[in-house]
């Protein structure tokens, strides 16, 4: 089965979020079950630099304002074909932003070249290249699924990672789009009298997934959808969730290098050595008691507002806390003022530290993740995956992938975490005590890192939910 791809960022070549590991993750994984993805990308600079001894495949005269020439290769063991349109992509910083930090203004022309390349590409303008089926991910390739439906082409997934971005435009722009005038409408691009991408794709696509099922029920909610709720909710039979995976290579307790001590779930006990790099790097009292981490942006969305509320009540319960974020100005600073407040007891890095990340997962006893929506999440995956127990709200992935320590099933021993609803301060505080209580219970706690660790957190898993979708799509 020959799959198209399309992806505004793919890593490793382009990275701002999640996006970019589920592009670049996939192909891999669904490589050895027989089906060959290739990836339609913007061509930047960094695309382009990459690409070794790539291939022109088409071109086109004229499109939104330039030459744009199709170049398909390989790079870094991807295989891409990156649009080469110096007027639209050959920008130095941020993918989406401007020097001023706004929108660049012709987002809306870029991204219609990525999906129209996508589109044509998916219906031959490539000699010899007919793919089964084309799957395009976020607003930047929506149209793509426009351009399909009104033009011809394979069936599409239209994969939704994060609803909040939808790729919105004044009603002008249509008429550059060449599309036909009944697209401009209720089963098109049309939303309340503006161009929509991702509205469009939703309306087309023939299947929509997003990153995890419980997501997928969410955004056909008014609560979570958006504003495109009534959409999804006209097209459910076609909505469904496949959680993300992550990197096992790279998030492997027993080699990562930016551990102080690397472990498996057969030696938990070495990662008391990780908890004391952390006390230094945190400037926290040491001790053997609950440390608890937060990896995350610092937003609203993260819930990092009612967390940054709830530190007073750990602190008094005991546990200590180690935090590193960026984000909201406001949640910085209070996050702060609680690190100055409670010497010892908090520690806060404000910046973002990869391998930091790494070590306090490989040490703290758990990972707190109240956030108000979450499409998948990542943090605890790999809290599962390092022993370091997640406590999360139930909402979205976090819902999907973290079995909550209820009695039953901690009796029962298949407890992975911990889960709390509603998402607001007393929640999390009633949450943090049903951890402290399980904390002291050390067996059990025990019971519950090894049977975290055991959690299947990986591609191949997703890769056979995304090849029985491919297969159900073309008969197969
Ligand atoms: P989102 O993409 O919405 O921010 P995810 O949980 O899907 O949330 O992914 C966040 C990723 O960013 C994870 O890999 C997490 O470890 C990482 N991360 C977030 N903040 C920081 C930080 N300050 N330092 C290091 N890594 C961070």
């Not at 192909?27 to 290739?38: D, F, H, W, Y």
């Not at 089964?132 to 793509?144: E, F, G, N, R």
């Amino acid at each position: 089965m020959k799959v198209l791809a399309a992806a505004s960022e793919i890593y490793p070549l382009v990275k701002t979020g999640g996006l970019a590991d589920v592009a670049g993750a996939l192909p891999g994984a669904l490589k050895p079950l027989g089906i060959a993805v290739r990836t339609m990308v913007p061509g930047y600079p960094a695309v382009l630099a990459a690409l070794d001894g790539g291939s022109l495949v088409h071109r086109y005269d004229q499109l939104f304002g330039g030459e744009v020439r199709l170049i398909a290769g390989m790079a870094r063991g991807l295989d891409v074909i990156a649009v080469d349109a110096p007027h639209l992509f050959s920008r130095n910083g941020n993918i989406y932003l401007g020097p001023d930090g706004k929108d660049w203004p012709d987002n809306g022309q870029r991204f219609a070249a990525l999906a129209r390349a996508t589109a044509d590409a998916s219906r031959g303008a490539i000699k010899g290249y007919r793919p089964d089926i084309v799957h395009l991910h976020d607003w930047q390739t929506a149209l793509a699924a426009v351009y399909i439906r009104f033009g011809g082409g394979p069936r599409t997934v239209m994969t939704v990672h994060n609803i909040a971005f939808q790729g919105q435009f004044p009603a002008s722009l249509f008429g550059s789009l060449g599309l036909p005038a009944a697209a401009f409408a209720i089963d098109g691009v049309e939303y309340y009298g503006s161009v929509c991408y991702l509205k469009g794709g939703l309306q087309t696509a023939s299947a929509i997934t997003t990153v995890s099922p419980s997501y997928a029920n969410e955004i056909c909610t008014p609560e979570f959808g958006m504003g495109l709720d009534g959409i999804l909710r006209a097209r459910h039979g076609v909505v469904s969730g496949i959680v993300n995976g992550i990197d096992t290579e790279v998030w492997n307790p027993e080699t990562d290098e930016d551990l102080a001590v690397r472990y498996s779930a057969a030696s938990l006990a070495k990662r008391v050595a990780n908890k004391r790099a952390i006390e230094k790097r945190f400037d926290l009292d040491e001790g053997d008691g609950l440390l608890y981490c937060v990896v995350s942006r610092l937003t609203w969305q993260k819930g990092m507002d009612i967390f940054a509320e709830a530190i007073d009540g750990l602190v008094a319960s005991g546990a200590r806390l180690a935090l590193i974020g960026t984000g909201e100005a406001g949640i910085e600073m209070a996050v702060l003022a609680a690190a100055t407040a409670y010497r010892g007891r908090v520690g806060v890095v404000t910046g973002y530290d990869e391998a930091l990340s790494h070590l306090m997962q490989g040490g703290a006893d758990a990972i707190v993740i109240p956030s108000r929506f979450e499409p998948c999440g990542l943090t605890q995956l790999y809290g599962l995956r390092y022993g370091c127990v997640p406590v999360a709200a139930r909402t979205g992935g976090l819902a999907d992938t973290i079995i909550d320590a209820n009695d039953a099933a901690l009796a029962a021993g298949v407890a992975t975490g911990f889960q709390f609803s509603p998402v607001d301060g007393p929640g999390l505080d009633h949450a943090l005590g049903r951890v402290a209580r399980a904390f002291a219970s050390r067996e059990s706690w025990t019971r519950m890192q090894k049977r975290g660790m055991a959690s299947d957190v990986s591609w191949q898993r997703s890769a056979n939910a995304y090849a029985a979708l491919y297969r159900g799509l073309i008969g197969k």
